[in-house]
């Protein structure tokens, strides 16, 4: 059975996102940027939380967890093994190739460094889904406020291989200015431009970018696409090795 996902804003620009499986009535928040939207969402939905998965140690991803647990002591919370003295009150810590559930469904570990040394993924490989985080957005990246920008590609690379019809939730509504950076340097791509109307009309009636696909982000993110003749020309490193044509377009983007 399907899970249901419910996707809601928290704090400026943050989203909140609880999976519930009905088989078994488990609910998991992903992140815990802000309590009370998140204990509202499972109030109206007369959902139990029995677990937290946090991706990264920053504040505005883990600063909820404490009036969660409050509120459902019984929910656990997993979180990156290599950012736990950071984060702390971990029950369950992971790194690659660690499984998590939500009930009956079984995700995946990815280590994803980059955003932060120890940022992690979480891949439902039978549900097609993928919660990333910031590292990657849609038609965009995280900066790499940890590890050099080399880093942060290699992980980058590491979720465009799953599988295109993954559908990847992001921690942040970022799509619009993404769009914009990225017809910047792609804007012969006809499939970046049809997808950027189509993210202006959604945010123009006030509706959510995401989820996104890898196989979209694959068509339309630049720093997806770093070994692109078109990307690489734009940037003037044409023949350059993607991961130095990756470090070019996150330090334009950090001065966009």
Known sequence: ????????????????VLVHDPETRST??????EAA??????????????????????A???QGVGALKAAFPRA???GPRKEAAKIGGLDQEVGEGDTVRIGALE?????VPGHTSGHVAYWFEEADIVFVGDTLFAMGCGRAFEEPPQVLF???????????????YCGHEYTLANAKFALGVDSANEILRERAAEVAALRAAGK?????TIAIELATNPFLRAEEPEVQAAVGMPDADPAAVFAELRDRKNRA
């Open 1 to 16: 059975m399907a899970p249901h996902i419910y996707q809601f804003m928290c704090l400026k620009d943050n989203f909140g």
């Open 208 to 212: 959510y970018t995401l989820p996104t």
């Open 60 to 62: 505005d991803h883990v």
């Open 37 to 58: 939207p998140i204990l509202a969402a499972l109030a109206a939905r007369e959902w139990t939380l029995t677990d937290i998965l946090l991706t990264h140690h920053h």
């Open 154 to 168: 290699h992980s980058l690379m590491k979720l465009a291989a799953l599988p295109g019809e993954t559908e990847v």
């Open 107 to 111: 995700g995946r570990v990815i280590e």
């Open 76 to 78: 656990r919370v997993a």
């Open 28 to 33: 998991v928040a992903i992140d815990a940027p």
